[in-house]
């Protein structure tokens, strides 16, 4: 009931870019957008997952109080970014989304995006609902827990969504040189 | 007197004959037989209801039939794979054969989530389902008693291709709880938290580094084979992933 309202409530605030979406064809049923889960990004504002829809997205978890594996996962986004053209950074977007939305504020997710100096065209910030991190975290085929210092145990890997959603490729291989396989994979979802 | 008897008796009579709907964990300190890195001495199980035995086919194909988004035809493959509710005989209909008293099983974690969800409750996490495991008919903890677990060490012996059980027609545990041995697996909320895959195990090059930070698990004690396969068999699984033998029960919060 609780998921209910908040699936209504959802829809009436994105009645008008849903609206304008309604030529594009049914989300594919192997789509993570077919989870409705809604985040907020670090402007504050909320938006709906399959709001990314219409891109190919980069897509990992982290959360910003992260001292060792967390930079890498961004080093890793950034990388590949770098391996890219222009025009075929144009097309990738790229989600981080938190596994610790009770500290990751919008303030803290700003922060965090001066600090590491990220396009906040390109680069999306997100604090997901408390009750969706694990089912979210399950669609990437990410698995974590809290740990008694405040800090998570999580899987450290880059996602590749294309368009729709669906999940393309995947590497552990965060920081450093691009895995050239999933580099590969990226360019390939690219082309337009 | 004899009516304060009566009185005293009531309560213990109750929780010993109802088997569906849910039981008062009172919780407490914990000893689990997880090891975290990060994490020494007792658990803190806070108190929480949880069901007296695991959800049937019946229930389930209630559930399925008020939110047909769940229907097996019908739901997205990234949220049940393809063997989700592969032994009924129609999406949305059981056989006459017994099938609607037996544990539900080949259900997602998804699924299992939804239903928990609209009944207003969740799924019980590791350590609340381990807690209440740990009893039998008689003690709170029977962990110690090698004949506990030497039964439940029978039942993983057995084939499991044999049909199922009633749900719930096994003895009740000291909770009034029952069949958390003997009958099916068991999903946990934080099923993705039991992070023992030995994928990260050997290796020294940190581009693979696959955790964040510290915190590894392993088995304190490695006589408990009820806990010891459960970690081992939930920390394999994927969230759409089902199995013949796994199904599940809701807890909820006490407020």
């Excluded at chain 1, 959802?10 to 049923?29: G, I, W």
């Excluded at chain 1, 992260?66 to 890219?84: H, N, R, T």
């Excluded at chain 1, 490729?169 to 360019?187: I, Q, Y």
Aim: proline share 7%.
């Amino acid at each position: 009931m609780k998921r209910l309202m908040l699936l209504l409530s959802f829809v009436a605030a994105f009645a008008a870019p849903a609206a304008a979406e309604s030529t594009k064809p049914p989300l594919p049923r192997d789509s993570v957008y077919q989870l409705a889960a809604y985040f907020t990004d670090a402007q504050s504002r909320r938006f709906a997952w399959n709001a990314k829809r219409g891109q190919p997205q980069l897509v990992s978890m982290f959360y910003t109080s992260c001292k060792f594996v967390c930079p890498m996962i961004v080093d890793g986004g950034k990388a590949i970014e770098q391996s890219l053209s222009a025009a075929e950074r144009e097309r990738l977007g790229v989600t981080l989304i938190s596994l610790d939305p009770a500290r990751d504020t919008p303030a803290v997710l700003l922060r965090m995006r001066q600090d590491r100096d990220l396009d906040p065209v390109r680069w999306t910030l997100a604090r997901p609902q408390p009750q969706d991190v694990r089912a979210i975290a399950g669609l990437l085929g990410i698995r974590y827990r809290a740990l008694a210092d405040g800090e998570f145990n999580h899987t450290t890997v880059l996602v590749l969504l294309d368009a729709d959603g669906r999940v393309i490729a995947r590497t552990e291989h965060v920081g450093g040189l691009p895995d050239p396989v999933f580099l590969a994979a990226v360019r390939r979802t690219l082309v337009p | 007197m004899r009516a304060l008897l009566v009185i005293c008796l009531l309560p213990l009579v109750a929780s010993a004959g109802e088997v569906t709907g849910y039981a008062r964990i009172a919780g407490g300190d914990f000893i689990t037989a997880l090891k975290y890195e990060d994490a020494r001495g007792p658990t803190k199980v806070a108190p929480f209801d949880i069901m007296r035995r695991p959800v049937t086919n019946a229930e389930f194909l209630a559930f399925v039939t008020r939110n047909p988004a769940w229907r097996r035809d019908r739901v997205a493959p990234v949220f049940a794979g393809p063997d989700y509710l592969a032994h009924w005989p129609a999406p949305a209909r059981l056989s006459p054969d017994g099938l609607g008293g037996q544990p539900v099983t080949r259900v997602s974690w998804y699924a299992a989530n939804a239903y928990c969800e609209e009944q207003g409750a969740r799924l019980p996490r590791w350590f609340e389902w381990e807690y209440v495991a740990a009893a039998d008919e008689t003690r709170r903890d029977a962990r110690r008693d090698p004949a506990w677990r030497e039964r439940i060490l029978g039942w993983y012996a057995r084939p499991s291709s044999r049909s199922l059980p009633r749900s719930g027609a096994q003895a009740a545990n000291a909770y009034g709880v029952r069949d958390l041995h003997g009958v099916v697996w068991e999903w946990t909320d934080d099923y993705s938290a039991l992070l023992v895959s030995g994928d990260n195990r050997n290796q020294g090059d940190p581009d693979r580094t696959q955790f964040c930070g510290a915190g590894a698990l392993s088995i304190d004690d490695r006589e408990n084979y009820a806990v010891l396969m459960r970690v081992a068999m939930l920390s394999s699984l994927g969230g759409s992933d089902t199995t013949m033998n796994l199904g599940f029960r809701c807890v909820r919060e006490v407020r």
